[in-house]
């Protein structure tokens, strides 16, 4: 098995080089002649965990992630870890001087909450975890970068896993107190807030077996963990609203993976299978707060409540909301924040365990073989998708103020990254024209990422940013890549 997966990110390595030499062919030169609105925001984005390192210092407690890595190596590639990652708890002026000369008007990172609450609970307030995110909004803003926080970015504090982390609906009061510390202490500075990233890789890491916890409760905990998301976000939202918006003035949503299912023929059949999954993933969270309607869309809770019948169980494994809560969750935003790398071919047929949220949809999903690959053998390049799935928030919430809070492509440590900025200039070109054409609301675009960084279960070997991160160096000494210019010269124009 360890040759096989070894033998398999070779290929991958292989096919990604390929792709990045065609593209070096037909990107002799930058195309940054890609039109967008006056006073529209472009961002790039990082993670706590992804670049902070200092994993055990100045007080911070122990996360999911540190007991994984620690505890079981073997889970991540080559039993790498997040220890030092970029180690941006001791670099992060040099990040903002980074951010800064490329010309970014924005940059969204998250919070550790183990940084600042070590036990996960407000009991004790680490005053060095607030400092050091201080001294980081401080310097953004010194250097004219607005900073966008991410509340929580998969790095839940270990002791509150110990107690079913997003399984135990206590997770909601936790959560909300850890969003009061946050909002008191850098809500009179921040104005753009997300409370959480990516509901469903979250909710999957429950699910399956991917990313931590990783506790492989296919079809059950991965629909619980997605409901105490939801009442969490709202939870905060209402708080802010309540205590904090009259005087801070602040935004607020939670960023939203946003893949998007494309029919694998023109059939009917094909066309509803697609739509069904769009619903399974992009409407299992954004239904219950940017509808009309609230809850969670019809066609997930019809047929996940029939398969629960059949499989005999006394109640649907899809929970339910009470009225009051579904008050509460819907309308809790203001704006749609979204995260968008690829897409996917949808077809109808049993598929996945037994049970889990892809048998549920009774779809098939494929990718086409002439898509472009990347790094990341999740991640095939499919830019139109990018534009579908714009327009298909736009058609089904009434065409709300989106903001793209992540967009990338993986490589492996090449800085002539011309397959980067390929993908970077078709993508970028389907966005304008979504809102040029087809009238998406679009607001702001972010890049990810800054900096090479800890890839989850990919370890170092693939990576998104736009600077390389010498791992290999205790330093670990940064260098702007070719796309990094791209940037800098796509946003130089649009001023």
Known sequence: MKYYII???LIVIAISCIYCTQSLNHNDTMNVNIPFPNGFYFSVATSSYQIEGAWNESGKGENIWDRMVHTNPSFVYNEENGDVACDSYHKYKEDVQ??????????????????????????????????????????????????????????????????????????????????????????????WWLTINEPITISDGYGGTNLAPALNLHGTGD????????????????????????????????SMNGPFAFPLSDSVEDKIAAERWNQFSLGWFLHPVYSVTGDYPPVMRDYVDRNSAYEGLPISRLPYFTEQEINEIQGTYDFLALNHYTSSLATNGVS????????????????????????????????????????????????PEVFVTENGFSDL?????????????????????????????????????????FEWRAGYSQQFGLVHVDFNDPNRPRKKKASAEFFRKLIARQK
Request: hydrophobic share 40%; aromatic share 16%; with cysteine.
């Open 7 to 9: 033998l398999s990110l």
């Open 98 to 191: 980074l951010i800064k000369d490329i010309g970014f008007e924005f940059y969204r990172f998250s919070l550790s909450w183990s940084r600042i609450l070590p036990s996960g609970t407000k009991e004790y307030i680490n005053q060095a975890g607030i400092d050091y995110y201080n001294n980081l909004i401080d310097e953004l803003l010194a250097n004219s970068i607005q900073p966008m926080v991410t509340i929580y970015h998969f790095d839940l504090p270990q002791p509150l896993e110990d107690l079913g982390g997003w399984l135990n609906s206590l997770i909601i009061l936790y959560f909300e107190e850890y969003a009061e510390v946050v909002f008191s202490a850098f809500g009179d500075r921040v104005k």
């Open 223 to 254: 629909y619980l963990a997605g409901h105490n998301l939801l009442r969490a976000h709202a939870t905060a939202y209402r708080l802010y609203d309540r205590l904090f918006k009259p005087k801070q003035k602040g935004r607020v949503s939670f």
């Open 352 to 399: 996945g365990q037994q049970p889990s949220r892809l048998r549920d949809a009774n779809v098939k999903l494929f990718v086409d073989i002439n898509w472009p690959t990347s790094q990341s053998p999740w991640l095939r390049v499919v830019p139109v998708g990018f534009r579908g799935v714009l327009n298909w928030v736009k058609d089904h919430y009434n065409n």
């Open 413 to 453: 440590n090449i800085t002539q990254d011309y397959g980067r900025i390929s993908y970077y200039q078709t993508y970028l070109s389907n966005l304008s024209a979504a809102i040029y054409e087809d009238g998406c609301n679009v607001i702001g675009y972010t890049a990810w990422g800054l900096l090479d960084d």
